[in-house]
Every structure is written in C-alpha cells, then in structure tokens.
C-alpha cells in the first residue's frame, strides 16, 4: 500500500502565494549554471531521429530525463535534475521529445503523452555502451506520462537494468488533464502550449504539404481542435476521444513492477481529480502516490538554494530502491 500519507513538501516561498505563481515562477526565473551537456543524435527506425544530451562523469548508475510538453532538455527543472544527479554519482540522458530538440524533426509526425517507442529508443541507446548497471527514468508532466506508461506496458518485461521511477506533475489521467486546460484560469498555459504547436504545424504544413494542412490553423482556440485535427491522425489515433483513451497512463499503473514515484501537488492547475490515483496506490505495491498540499504545476521550490524539492525527492526515492 505505497501511499505516501504525508509530503516532505510542505512549504513554498511566501511570495509564492497561489499554484499560478508556483508554476509560472520557476519556469521563467530559474537559473540553473553549469550544466556542460555533450550532444548526439539518434537514428530512429521508422527514419526520425532525436536529439539527446549527456552529462557524465564515468558513473555506472543512469537517469534517464523526459521533459514536458514543449520544453526540452534545456528547461530548468531538467537542467536542474541532471546536474544534482550528476554531483550524486549519477550519469544524465535528458532526450527531446521529436521537434523539441532545436531543430524540426523529418516525418510529419510531432510527439504526445503515450509516445513510448521514442522514449524506449533512448533507454536502448543508453544501455548499448554497457556501462550501465543501474537505470532509473525520471519524467515532467508529459515525461512523467510517457515513463510511467513505459514501464507498465513492459510489466514484468521491462530491461532487468531499470529500476523504477520518479514522476512529477503528471496528468495521470489524459482526458481530466485536457479539460483542466479548458478553464479560463488556465488560458495562459493553454494558449502558450498551443501557439508553439501551431507554428510547428505551419512548418511541418510547407515541408509535408500532402499530409499536412494548415489552413485556417490559426482559428483552432482548444485542444480538442488540435488533437481532432492534427494530434489523432498524424500518430495513428481515429479521432481526439481514441487518442486520450490510448495515450493516457494510468491504465497501465496496475502493470507496473518498478517502483514509481508520483508527485503531484494537490493545487496543481493542470490536474483534474483523476489525476490522484490513490485507490491504484493502495492497491499497488510498485505505485507510490505523493500529494503535498502545495508546489503548482512542475514548481515545488526551495527557498535560499538552487536545488529543488523534486531533484531531492527523486535522488531520495530512486537511491531508496533496494
């Protein structure tokens, strides 16, 4: 019954007064230095590629990094995560996701939450060097999403090196996530999000004229517009509704066999209530629900440091599976 009953987060600066600010703050703020990565490109079988970069120190424990929707392995709460793993023994992978990654990817194809065959790509191509004896993947919103659905797709199945997971702000249930985003208290996040996937689409539409059309692209106001119209058919989804029942990851938590954190504070404007999956907790032993009270949307600052609460849960939790 791993359901973590009371948080180790429990208190966010004072000038962080609402989940608005503790989600819009760090993200436009945070600094993180020193972070040298080393870039390489991976050749995807279907003929994509993704870019991932490396920080290493000659460690035989690795931590696989997957970013949120639109950011990449330059966001800080990523940048943040490598570099403390890092100084803890730990080497860094953090991937991006196929057009994230500073450079328009090949096929007309983007991303989205269920995209697990890119994320396994990248976990082989971290285990091909056999330096490895530890893996552990550690995922963002989306990310959290993409590797908690990885490892249970894989149930018993999955490579005998990973040992579990560590997630944060993770819209467990896709469909209570997509209608938190039709909210006007959440119309910034919503626009934001969707103003960077239309200027993709718009590049994607001039390079891909035979299976991409973006006219009249800039009337789509929602999600379920863009997913109707370019998400579903572009990754093999019949409509919007068969994408969210596919995509979505917690259909597959009752098939985990790693340990996996959830972190998912309870003032999260992006999570809908399905989004707390604390019967699945109680009825899992490799599901592990935490919920502090507080921390917004990929947040959970720390006051009078550079290091977050979630680089310090995560090594804790990861460090802590025996």
């Not at 003929?47 to 950011?71: P, Q, S």
């Not at 249970?152 to 467990?172: D, H, L, M, N």
């Not at 009270?293 to 600052?301: A, E, P, Q």
Request: hydrophobic fraction near 35%; proline fraction near 4%.
């Amino acid at each position: 019954m791993p359901l973590i009953s009371e948080s180790s987060y429990k208190r966010r600066p004072a000038y962080l007064f609402s989940p608005h600010l503790e989600t819009v703050v760090p993200s436009v703020f945070r600094k993180v230095e020193g972070v040298a990565y080393g870039r390489e490109k991976v050749e995807l079988e279907d003929g994509d590629f993704l870019n991932v970069d490396w920080l290493t120190g000659g460690n035989d424990k690795l931590v696989v990094l997957t970013h949120g929707l639109e950011g990449s392995s330059h966001r800080p709460y990523i940048t943040g995560m490598a570099k403390y793993f890092a100084a803890n023994g730990w080497d860094a992978l953090a991937w991006n996701c196929r057009t994230c990654g500073g450079e328009m990817n090949r096929l007309p194809r983007l991303y989205h939450h269920g995209a697990t065959e890119d994320l396994s790509a990248v976990v082989e191509y971290g285990l091909k060097s056999g330096r490895y004896s530890k893996v552990a993947l550690i995922g963002f919103s989306m990310g959290g999403s993409m590797s908690l659905k990885y490892l249970g797709e894989r149930g018993a199945q999955v490579r005998k090196e990973i040992i579990g997971a560590a997630t944060f702000s993770v819209p467990c249930n896709l469909w209570d996530s997509a209608v938190q985003l039709t909210m006007r208290s959440n119309r910034f996040y919503k626009d934001r999000f969707l103003d960077k996937l239309k200027i993709k689409m718009k590049v994607k539409a001039l390079r891909h004229p035979e299976v991409v059309d973006a006219t009249g692209i800039d009337l789509i106001t929602t999600f379920d517009e863009f997913d109707d119209r370019y998400t579903a058919p572009l990754h093999g989804f019949s409509s919007r509704d068969d994408f969210y029942l596919k995509a979505t990851s917690d259909q597959f938590y009752p098939e985990l066999k790693r340990p996996s954190l959830v972190a998912n504070a309870l003032n999260d404007p992006m999570l809908g209530d399905k989004c707390y999956p604390y019967e699945m907790a109680r009825e899992s032993d490799y599901l592990y629900l935490e919920t502090p009270k507080v921390g917004g949307h990929v947040g959970f600052t720390q006051t009078g440091g550079e290091i977050y609460w979630a680089e310090k849960r995560a090594l804790e939790f990861l460090e802590g599976i025996r």
